[in-house]
T-cell receptor, first 113, second 117 residues
Framework: EAGVTQFPSHSVIEKGQTVTLRCDPI?????LYWYRRVMGKEIKFLLH????????ESGMPNNRFLAERTGGTYSTLKVQPAELEDSGVYFC???????????FGQGTRLTVV | AQKVTQAQTEISVVEKEDVTLDCVYE???????LFWYKQPPSGELVFLIR??????QNEISGRYSWNFQKSTSSFNFTITASQVVDSAVYFC??????????????FGTGTRLKVLA
């Protein structure tokens, strides 16, 4: 069974550009989460989808970040325009039920220069 | 507020030594879940264990064991007879039910374990 897959694994962009990260959850997992780890700090919650609906997006830093999950399958996280402080590792996770273990992808390392 | 503290930033041990990774958490919730994840050099977070707040029974899985003590709000992780392949960053996490209805993870800052041959 395939795990959570994230694309790309690395992305280097210039300040002001747009980047879109993609996450393919484990098949059948309705719950999809985005987390972010900024250099040297904790991994922090960004948002949670249940199927295609946003259950909680309280962790989204600002309106430059837009997450979608059309059809309740894969999800995208767009950063537009990117700023230097957006650099970090973006993790996606999925779970079968909300209070069960979440399975994480390998992360997308985003560097904004 | 919820918080997870992993005071050990980095630990180095020689192969075959035992090593304990500490995790202390804070929460006012009575129902919560505790996790350990391993992050090898490849980057993904690998699930190791999940405990709910009502189950303080310690668990052993091969060379791994976990000691959950609510009295001290700790959930420590011990690797017995460490191996080079155990080298990774280990994250402790607390999952709690937020007002939104979402179970959110609060992660510690991680402990980097280096096992030397």
């Amino acid at each position: 069974e395939a795990g959570v897959t994230q694309f790309p694994s690395h992305s280097v962009i210039e300040k002001g550009q747009t980047v879109t990260l993609r996450c393919d959850p484990i098949s059948g997992h309705d719950n999809l989460y985005w987390y972010r780890r900024v250099m040297g700090k904790e991994i922090k919650f960004l948002l949670h989808f249940v199927k295609e609906s946003k259950q909680d997006e309280s962790g989204m830093p600002n309106n430059r970040f837009l997450a979608e999950r059309t059809g309740g399958t894969y999800s995208t996280l767009k950063v537009q325009p990117a700023e230097l402080e957006d650099s970090g590792v973006y993790f996606c996770a999925s779970s079968l039920l909300q209070n069960t273990e979440a399975f994480f992808g390998q992360g997308t390392r985003l560097t904004v220069v | 507020a919820q918080k997870v503290t992993q005071a050990q930033t980095e630990i180095s041990v020689v192969e075959k030594e035992d090593v304990t990774l500490d995790c202390v958490y804070e929460t006012r919730d009575t129902t919560y879940y505790l996790f350990w994840y391993k992050q090898p050099p490849s980057g993904e977070l690998v699930f190791l264990i999940r405990r709910n707040s009502f189950d303080e029974q310690n668990e052993i899985s091969g060379r791994y064991s976990w000691n959950f003590q609510k009295s001290t709000s700790s959930f420590n992780f011990t690797i017995t007879a460490s191996q080079v392949v155990d080298s990774a960053v280990y994250f402790c996490a607390l999952s709690y039910l937020a007002p939104s209805g979402t179970y959110k993870y609060i992660f510690g800052t991680g402990t980097r374990l280096k096992v030397l041959a």
